[in-house]
């Protein structure tokens, strides 16, 4: 019996073989704690046949069947590559819990702080095009609508209300959380975020193609190699939070880490990158403040919920979040 993770809990060799057994995927090898992420969900499973993860503790009844549509949808309609097979267990007798096994994916752990002091400046440059490249083929993975998995129907699922109100709604709806958890979060910082909305909504409206958001697009959900001198990423996971919508909204998750880390020379290849194959409408640079900020109130508000934050304690919203979207709108600029 083994300690994976604090959420998985105590996990036997004969449980994780049971579940070998249920895919025919061999005789268990052995298993290892999955060092990286947030929620610890996840383990290295190795086999005489092959190397898996094993993803348990579903965050919600229908998470690893979400999951399991997009990675499918995702595997057969671009070339992204992700687990595939991604093989859904629902009933929960093994471990008390529904838990899916898929591939190990090949490559380095982009989330390994100790490979990131490794890689050379020219390396780092590599991996910010390789990761704006995948970004721009997993955006060919477009829908007919903006909308969520729906468990009902087992598909897509139109939003109620038009992509603008969704967005808005979103962030209002952070913001509020964020007010009752202490005060670190201002109404001033809810006017100031009302102000960019209102700013933004013409630009928002305007038509677009749904396609696929990840949400979490970022390093720490990729592995990468290098062949003959190029970064390519060979793997990405973590598609908890996907749904469709204006796809620009995925670009601002990877922008705000090299930010954070001030990876300047980065965030410009990164963004330029993007920028440059992506035939993107008017209105950038007015959307661009709405959607880095809807992705930092997702940080903002679980940060302040677990009180797990990691940058200066007496920051309001405001002063933590205006930098982000002053320096990556800048670099925006600064592309053109």
Not at 25 to 41: D, I, M, R, S, Y
Not at 168 to 175: A, E, G, Q, T
């Amino acid at each position: 019996m083994a300690i994976y993770s604090k959420r998985l809990g105590d996990i036997k060799d004969e449980q994780l073989q049971k579940a070998l057994n249920r895919f025919d995927l061999g005789k268990l090898v052995k298993a290892e704690k999955v060092p990286f992420g947030n929620f610890g969900q996840n383990v290295f499973v190795y086999s005489d046949k092959g190397e898996f993860v094993l993803r348990g503790c579903p965050h919600n009844p229908q998470q690893f069947e979400s999951e399991k549509f997009i990675v499918d949808q995702i595997h057969q309609n671009t070339k992204v590559p992700v687990p595939f097979p991604y093989l859904y267990d629902d009933n929960v007798d093994i471990f008390g819990w529904s838990y899916i096994l898929m591939p190990k994916m090949p490559g380095i752990q982009l989330a390994d702080s100790e490979i990131q002091k490794e890689l050379s400046t020219e390396d780092k440059r590599g991996i910010a095009v390789a990761m704006a490249k995948n970004l721009l083929e997993l955006h060919k993975l477009t829908w007919d609508f903006s909308g969520q998995y729906g468990p009902q129907n087992k598909t897509i699922k139109p939003f109620k209300e038009d992509f603008f109100m969704v967005i808005k709604n979103r962030l209002i709806n952070f913001v509020d959380k964020s007010l009752a958890h202490n005060n670190c979060t201002t109404e001033e910082d809810k006017t100031w975020l009302e102000g960019l909305i209102k700013d933004g909504e013409e630009a928002i409206r305007l038509d677009f193609t749904p396609a696929i958001i990840m949400q979490d697009y970022k390093q720490g959900n990729a592995v990468a190699t290098k062949k003959d001198g190029e970064w390519k990423i060979s793997g990405i996971f973590d598609l908890q939070e996907w749904y469709f919508g204006d796809s620009e909204i995925d670009l601002y998750r990877m922008a705000s880490c090299y930010v954070e880390y001030e990876v300047f020379d980065c965030l410009n290849v990164y963004l330029n990158t993007y920028l440059k194959q992506k035939q993107i409408r008017p209105g950038l640079e007015k959307r661009l403040p709405v959607y880095v900020m809807l992705d930092r109130i997702i940080i903002w508000e679980w940060a302040q919920r677990n009180k797990n934050v990691w940058w200066n304690k007496t920051l309001s919203l405001r002063q933590w979040g205006e930098p982000f979207v002053t320096k990556i709108l800048g670099a925006v600029k600064e592309e053109k």
